[in-house]
């Protein structure tokens, strides 16, 4: 189904139907239950990620840090619309930031590392219309470190890191991630109180204090450019300061700082007070990497294109879509090594396929699950 992808086949009804078989003539898909997929995704799942990790624990402290390592939790909103309305603790109205309105379909909340720039997913959990964000974010973190002290070798000691955005905003969360060991780099929102010194601001009005000190600096810099003809690579200016953040009532370290030199100012806060400001812009940044799983699993695998009878019946889908996914990623690895293209993409690897390699490749890998030349 992933190659069939590759042509234009985002599903199993259309790959077949494109080489003349009929879906009914393949009767184990149908007995294939949504469960056993889910845990064969898990399974796929975290095998890719312990190919990497133990890899990364054979080598040194350095590389380790290098590797930057950052768990990412996210919730992403699947749209669907049921041929019959149901009953269901799951399936209901959320608002989708991906057409910014509120739709209906179900809410999935998404574990993974980012580990050396790559992203690897790990556990998931179909969320209830009642469930708090805090509460499942917990229980995905309680099951990773369980499973993260299995793997580890003894003599190594864990560091890990979480970003999350502003719906993730909770004491609890900060609470089980010092039980946990766990670093969290947060957003916080815009009316939340920080006493700085004897002064309380908002976030918005720091944002605003931050502007007033880069257009303070950048004139000095502009002075200093007059006196000083040699050209020099201008570094974007950041403000990190320690605060106490009143919701909380803890003592916080605060990021203040513009992104690629866009114009919207970016504020992140860590409970880690010895953070430095490198450290907690990067870790923050990597959660992109989710951001972009979820934009496969639904632009280019397509899992929201074909429609579905039930919930069971959509989880088998994100099973099969997020198997699809693993392995489109780890295609996508390989023939960035074999071209030594680093920025190849999906259209670059199906354009690549389609003139390279031909139909006996093809042939090849859907038999053998051989992807060599």
């Known amino acids: 189904m992933l190659i069939g992808s590759f042509f234009g086949e985002s599903n199993l009804s259309g790959l077949l139907k494109s080489v003349g078989v009929s879906n009914a003539k393949i009767p184990f898909w149908h007995k294939i239950s949504n469960q056993m997929l889910l845990d064969w995704m898990i399974l796929l799942w975290r095998d890719d990620f312990k190919a990497s990790y133990e890899y990364l624990c054979t080598k040194s402290a350095s590389t380790e840090s290098r ?19 149901i009953a269901s603790e799951s399936y209901g109205r959320y608002f989708s930031g991906q057409v910014h309105n509120v739709v209906y379909g179900l809410k999935i909340s998404l574990l993974g590392i980012s580990l050396n720039d790559r992203f690897y ?106 006196e000083n003809q040699a050209e020099k690579q201008e570094e974007a200016f950041f403000w990190r300061v320690r605060g106490r953040y009143k919701s909380l009532d803890m003592d916080v370290t605060l990021l203040v700082f513009r992104l690629n030199r866009s114009k919207k100012v970016s504020v992140i806060y860590s409970p880690n007070l010895s953070i430095k400001a490198k450290t907690l812009r990067r870790r923050w940044f990597v959660r992109t990497h989710i951001e972009q799983f979820f934009r496969l699993l639904k632009h280019t695998l397509k899992i929201q294109q074909t429609k579905s009878e039930s919930v069971d019946e959509f989880l088998k889908k994100f099973a099969n879509t997020a198997i699809k996914a693993l392995s489109w990623m780890q295609l996508r690895d390989w023939l960035r090594k074999k071209t030594k293209n680093k920025n190849m993409v999906y259209i670059d690897i199906c354009r690549f396929i389609k003139r390279e390699i031909g139909l006996q490749w093809l042939r090849k890998v859907e038999y053998l699950g051989d992807f060599s030349f």
Do not use: M
């Not at 590797?67 to 309305?85: A, G, H, P, Y």
């Not at 179909?126 to 990773?144: E, G, P, V, Y």
């Not at 719906?167 to 039980?179: P, V």
């Open 121 to 226: 997913p790990i556990d998931y959990q179909l969320l209830k219309k009642t469930d708090k964000t805090d509460a499942i974010s917990i229980d995905l973190l309680k099951r990773l470190t369980q499973w993260l002290q299995k793997i580890t070798p003894i003599e190594k000691k864990l560091h890990l890191y979480l970003s999350v955005d502003s719906g993730y905003h909770s004491s609890k969360l900060i609470e089980s991630c010092q039980e946990l060991s766990i670093t969290l780099i947060c957003v916080p929102k815009n009316n939340h109180l920080i006493i700085l010194d004897t002064e309380t601001l908002s976030i918005k009005a720091i944002k605003e204090k931050f502007v007033e000190k880069e257009t303070e600096i950048a004139t000095q810099k502009q002075a200093e450019k007059k």
């Open 67 to 85: 590797w930057e390592q950052t768990i990412i939790n996210d919730e992403s909103v699947f749209k669907l619309w049921l041929s019959e309305r």
